[in-house]
């Protein structure tokens, strides 16, 4: 059995696997992003989308998420701060400052400054909406060749793709991407020598016929896998699905998918959203809802009964203004009450509608930056994405921020943008930390709880000043100024630190040596004067005595 065979096969045997959990993420798309409606089993997603559009009649969850995601998306990666700084290996924090740090930050500020140049923005909320409604999204990187150098990220429809791991960890390494291409689009992608003769006659026929190409992503068994090593520790293949046949055999450096999941399901690589939590009262909100609005019709053009009198015949009366009504009585027609209580439904949705704002965290995470706070609303408002957004954040950062850090640094380094590194940091592994305001929200305790120590001994201090010996200032220094996210190029390294007091304690040390002298001088003037004074006084003595 050749090698597409293989892949083919285990593309239906991964299909099987995903299929359990479709319609569930396929309900959360409904009432919580219906424009991202994946085609999970198949069929058109345009007039799925469009029927699912028309079967809501409640928006608070639509609306909700996309609040999640403006959140998600400003606390996590905002394009206005660098969120993000690299570190060598087993290095926890910078408490010096050395050529090969100031050549990282440069490296963070070039890395930061083309994601955002490039469509990052743009394509990474539609990843994230995809993880916070089905729990799962898939994020492609790489270099755009057309445009001749520079990022380009992909947000892959997670209805084409099915995900694997071959890691003990879970961690997704394995991605087959089915999706439609023109015979047109695969002649040009591919060229005539690698597609199959069937595509070659159907583009002669209708260059706009479609046919299912399958992108499979998976590590290779090879050693010396990294980021300088010149093997491609991950295969790529491009199959033409129909045929069975290969097309394309290339590969990666590092895994070219960030795949972040917000809950991973039990036994399984996929994952659920936030939406799951919701789903109920997004469901119930909808259905009450739709009987309010048909209740709403009822009391409006109201329900009525008539009697068949002869001359008026219920089957033909049409009501409306302008309209005359003829009947033999003008009992033969009545309004009934419709019996509608719009309280009890009104605070019933109420609560729904509060209940999935706050299951989707839209009432406590407006997005940063579109309001003025105070000091207290501050110290609150990180305390409350501590509490509700740290565990999806540190997921977040291992499955969405490291890959995608990882392959745009290998990307740039490759290309030669980023020169060579400094010798000190020759043979090293790198490691990213992370300054977005989310992640500084979590190390803000440890700066606030040393400015409150430092203030409180500062006071105490005034009693008794030997009290200050208990802080290390330039510790105390460096933590206030990691945790708040200070560059790294105003900060002095240590041997900079120590030749800068060096040189003024020895500038000291001179100054008072010369008021030393000074002052000897001046004693030995002063001495010299009164000794001469001396003389003359007893030289005047002696002369009034002769």
Partial sequence: MNLTVQMCQRHGQMKLQRSMHEAHWRECYKFGAPERQQSFSGGDVESTRETERADLFDSTAAESVQLLVASIMSGVTPSNALWFKAVPDGVDDITEVTEGERWLEEVCQFMWRNIHAANFDSEAPETVTDVTVAGWGVLFVDIDREAGGGYVFESWAIGDCFLGSSRADGMVNIIYREHMMTCEA????????NCHHSILEAAKRNPEERFRVLHVIKPRKVKGAGQLSKDMPFASYHIDLNNKHMMKESGFHEFPCACPRMRRIPNSVYGKGQMAVALPDARSANHLMRKTLESADLAVAGMWITVDDGVLNPHTVRIGPKKIIVANSVDSMKRLDDGSNFQVSELILDRLQGGI???????????IGTQQMTATEINTRVAIIRQMLGPLYGRFQSEYLLPLLDRCFGLALRSGVLGNPPQELQGRNLSFKFMSPMARSQQMEEVVATEQYIASIANAAQIDNTILDNINFDAAAQIMATGRGVPAAILRSTEEIQDLRKARQEAQEKQAEMQQQQAMQQ????AMAKGI??????????????
Avoid: F
């Fill in 186 to 193: 695969m002649i040009n992608e591919y060229g005539e020598k």
């Fill in 357 to 367: 704002r706050k299951k989707l965290m839209a009432d406590q995470l407006p997005p």
């Fill in 523 to 526: 004693m030995a003037g002063q």
């Fill in 533 to 546: 004074e001396g003389q003359m006084a007893q030289q005047m003595g002696t002369e009034v005595m002769q």
